[in-house]
């Protein structure tokens, strides 16, 4: 197998974002909402960059707020990668070109004209901006040149039916895109843990039969809900993005569906999402792991290339 698509790329951060990422956690021990991921991913992130958690504690008490970015800046020189070494990994790990979002739409157009052959941009959708956010949209499709767009429940925390993001869907029906909904649970404590479950997408595949759906992060811990879903609406797609594909086949992990209607009735509609940021392992490792699972042949390149193709319609 030659070549891979991935859905879920990130790009790769430079010391200064990764600073602040690490600061916001160092500095929230106690903190509630999207702050509860320092306790889930902290001490991986912390052991990234050579230290602990509660070592960077410690140095947050000696140093000033500024002094902490600077030493935490420091230690990010020794992990980021520049966008010519990321084009090497993709290289190395078979990765035809990605799929890649960001904070705003800006920020993504800025990171995929540094590699413009590799990268495709996803544009984020604000369900609380209506009209604006619709046009803002078109201007990333059109304008920009972005391939999908993202309705997050779990940034947002509306339901993926919410009639607020009814307005994203149907501006991506009319320019004929997919749209990447955010389907699983989340760590945020400030959120319902199911804003992200996917029964939510059936009613929003019933309104929107034309538009191509794919369903984020595998729908984990109600993956045989999700398995429905795509069985009932052949405009479901899945991706895994964000869990360790080697886990994936592990009995008792939860996936056990997704690895049985994936190698059959559904692996036309599997797709390869890495979301290597969040497994913060390397991205050919995560392609190896992916290839080592026990599907067939035929279908392992199903899911990491041609379903994507055909989902953007390149086939």
């Not at 960077?56 to 902490?68: D, F, M, R, V």
């Not at 201007?139 to 391939?147: C, I, S, T, Y």
């Not at 997050?152 to 009319?174: E, H, M, T």
């Not at 997704?258 to 036309?268: E, H, P, S, V």
Request: aromatic share 10%.
């Amino acid at each position: 197998m030659s070549k891979v698509i991935d859905l879920r790329l990130d790009f790769p951060p430079g010391p200064k974002k990764i600073a602040e990422t690490m600061k916001f956690f160092v500095l929230n021990k106690e903190g509630q909402g999207i702050a509860n991921y320092r306790r889930i991913f902290g001490p991986q992130w912390a052991a990234s960059l050579g230290t602990s958690m509660e070592d960077l504690e410690g140095k947050s008490e000696e140093l000033s707020e500024e002094q902490l970015i600077e030493f935490l800046e420091e230690l990010a020189q020794k992990i980021a990668v520049t966008p010519a070494q990321f084009e090497k990994q993709l290289d190395e790990a078979g990765i035809e070109w990605g799929l890649i979002d960001g904070p705003d739409n800006e920020e993504t157009a800025r990171n995929v004209s540094q590699m413009p052959d590799r990268l495709k941009g996803m544009a984020i959708f604000n369900p609380f901006k209506g009209t604006e956010s619709a046009k803002a949209l078109d201007r990333a499709v059109e304008e920009l040149g972005f391939k999908a767009a993202y309705a997050s429940p779990y940034r947002w925390g509306i339901k993926a039916n919410d009639p607020r993001f009814y307005p994203c869907y149907a501006k991506a029906v009319q320019l004929d895109i997919p749209v990447f909904i955010y389907t699983a649970m989340n760590y945020r404590t400030d959120f319902p843990m199911d804003i992200g479950r996917p029964l939510f997408l059936d009613q929003v595949a019933i309104d929107f039969p034309q538009l191509r759906i794919v369903a984020s992060c595998g729908g984990w811990p109600w993956v045989p809900e999700l398995i429905g879903v795509a069985r009932r609406h052949q405009n479901v797609y899945i991706d895994t993005s964000s869990h360790r594909p080697k886990y994936l086949a592990v009995p008792g992990a939860g996936f056990e569906m997704l690895m049985q209607f994936g190698n059959t009735l559904l692996q036309d509609r599997i797709v390869f999402a890495s979301g290597a940021g969040d497994l913060g392992l390397p991205i050919g490792q995560i392609v190896a792991e992916m290839i080592a699972l026990p599907l067939k042949e035929s279908v392992k390149e199903k899911w990491l290339y041609r379903n994507a193709l055909q989902l953007f319609k390149m086939e």
